[in-house]
């Protein structure tokens, strides 16, 4: 029995002197650790796990962030297309109505692409709120008020161009002309802002140009080309260059002097330099004389003097509408994006002219619509590859900062 007793004792002391070869030695540690600190261990334990949780709820709210951001972002540029396309639209049927009825004066035209812009006083007043996040700190003001007057005379200039090119072209001759703003566009934003093209950028080109110069080619049913036709054709190439070239500049504005991408910003950009450009018209308009026939001209109007002014309202705040939108789609895409957003609208025009004027729909404009329609989504998808294979970089590049911060 005494014998038993010590095998039993020589046994349970080898058992406890042993080691465990196949637990690694700072597992062992940790145990050891955790054995003569129990409390300290579990709270190291539990702060690593808030940790992690934090972590988690960090990456879910961006997650979050970055897709309410989408949204807006898509929501914003619905919504200025809408408006170049609806604006450009209106007012450019309310301008055929104006000269079908008897108005002639240029200069007249000239300021209605303008005059309209106190109306956007009232969008920009509801946007000053207490609440409004504060924007980054712009250009000096005298740098901005340049940009903004050089602006506003450019495009004063660039509206009488296209107005005395519609005076010495026919309809059709103008709007083949027309058509290569695009053309003009891709030139300057490639060597202004940067653009890159791929082919589908170039599909979409080609395509809405065509698009728009179609509706030259078929038959012209207002003959008024005259002496002057090489002069009008001149005219509207330096104004659709001209057109272009100013889109690239309020781009290279928004990214060097303005800033920054708000509504508030699209809305300041437009009111400044359509002031500018509108007290350029109206002071054209009264050194030039044309003033003096308006009376006459509205009194021959052929729906009388409250239709004459009403035409020049509405046509006016048409193309405030459509300069906002193009201003927006500037600061949320590009110049040449408002371009292309433009340039399908020319097609639109006459669907709405079938409807409110009664002209015939032929294949040509159907052509011509199919045509656009086409090259719009060739870009818009173009676009949507740039922002997928943009998303793609984004969130590996947010993976290789996770690794690097466990690291």
């Not at 301008?95 to 692409?113: A, E, I, K, N, V």
């Not at 036709?229 to 500049?249: M, P, Q, R």
Request: overall charge neutral.
């Amino acid at each position: 029995m005494g014998n038993w007793k010590l095998f039993m004792k020589s046994v349970t002391n080898t058992k406890l002197k042993r080691p465990n070869a196949s637990i690694p030695a700072h597992v062992e540690d940790a145990d050891a650790e955790e054995l003569r600190h129990p409390l300290t261990s579990t709270a190291a334990m539990g702060d690593t796990t808030m940790e992690e949780e934090e972590e988690e709820e960090e990456e879910e709210e961006k997650g979050r962030r970055r897709r309410r951001w989408r949204w807006r972002w898509w929501v914003a540029v619905a919504m200025h297309s809408v408006l170049v396309l609806s604006g450009q639209s209106a007012a450019t049927l309310l301008g055929r109505f104006y000269y079908d009825h008897g108005g002639s004066s240029m200069w007249l035209q000239t300021l209605t692409l303008s005059a309209a812009f106190p109306v956007l006083f009232l969008p920009r007043l509801l946007l000053f709120t207490p609440q409004s996040p504060p924007l980054p700190p712009p250009s000096p003001l005298l740098k901005l008020g340049l940009a903004y007057v050089g602006l506003g005379l450019i495009t004063a200039v660039d509206s009488l161009l296209y107005s005395y090119g519609l005076l010495y072209l026919t309809v059709s001759a103008y709007s083949l002309v027309c058509a290569t703003q695009l053309g003009f566009n891709a030139v300057f934003s490639y060597f202004i802002n940067g653009e890159k093209f791929t082919d589908l950028t170039l599909n979409s080109l080609v395509l809405l140009t065509f698009s728009a110069a179609i509706l030259a080619v078929r038959s012209d049913d207002d003959p008024t080309a005259g002496r002057h036709y090489g002069l009008g054709f001149v005219l509207t190439l330096a104004a659709s260059a001209l057109y272009s070239l100013i889109l690239s500049l309020m781009e290279l504005t928004f990214e060097k002097l303005v800033r920054s991408r708000s509504l508030r910003a699209v809305l300041d950009m437009q009111i400044y330099t359509a002031a500018v450009s509108t007290a350029a018209a109206a002071a054209g308009l009264f050194i030039s004389g044309e003033y003096r026939g308006l009376r006459r001209e509205a009194e021959g109007f052929g729906r009388g003097e409250v239709g004459y002014v009403m035409t020049l309202i509405w046509a006016s705040v048409g193309w405030q509408v459509t300069n906002v939108g193009l201003v927006g789609l500037i600061s949320e895409v590009s110049a040449l994006f408002s371009n292309v957003i433009s340039t399908l609208g020319i097609p639109i025009a006459p669907v709405f002219a079938v409807i409110l004027f009664k002209d015939k729909m032929d294949g040509v404009k159907v052509i011509s619509l199919l045509l656009a329609i086409w090259g719009f989504i060739s870009y818009f998808y173009q676009h949507y590859l740039d922002y997928k294979a943009q998303k793609k970089a984004t969130v590996l590049g947010e993976r290789g900062d996770a690794r690097d911060a466990s690291a």
